[in-house]
Nanobody, 119 residues
Framework: QVQFVESGGGLVQPGGSRRLSCAAS????????MGWYRQAPGKQRELVAA???????NYADSVKGRFTISRDNAKDTVYLQMNSLKPEDTAVYYC?????????????WGQGTQVIVSS
């Protein structure tokens, strides 16, 4: 059974930084493109960053230039470095497999980690 455990969230002031971590278990982590998703109150979950097993990255326009996704295949862990945070980045952040041809996120989402950007 695939499991994801996200951590690192908290309260941060606008303009601040935060680093999120996601530990994966029960899957062959290194073969998948992994993604960070977020869900703001009253909104649908959205994919904000993705990283292939080889390290190629892709970002949503809303976070491009501010967020950096990385991964450590040896530790089955994916990270999200968030800089220049804005109030609109407030959300619960989740990791999961990124969607692709014939591939979908697994149904068993983790608890997520909440990020609140506020002064």
């Amino acid at each position: 059974q695939v499991q994801f455990v996200e951590s690192g969230g908290g309260l941060v002031q606008p303009g601040g930084s935060r680093r999120l971590s996601c530990a994966a278990s029960g899957t062959i982590f290194s073969i998948y493109t992994m993604g960070w998703y977020r869900q703001a109150p009253g909104k649908q979950r959205e994919l904000v960053a993705a990283i292939t097993r080889g390290g190629s990255t892709n970002y949503a326009d809303s976070v491009k230039g501010r967020f950096t996704i990385s991964r450590d295949n040896a530790k089955d862990t994916v990270y999200l470095q968030m800089n220049s945070l804005k109030p609109e980045d407030t959300a619960v952040y989740y990791c999961n497999i990124a969607p692709g041809p014939g591939i979908a996120p697994v149904a068993s989402w983790g608890q997520g980690t909440q990020v609140i950007v506020s002064s």
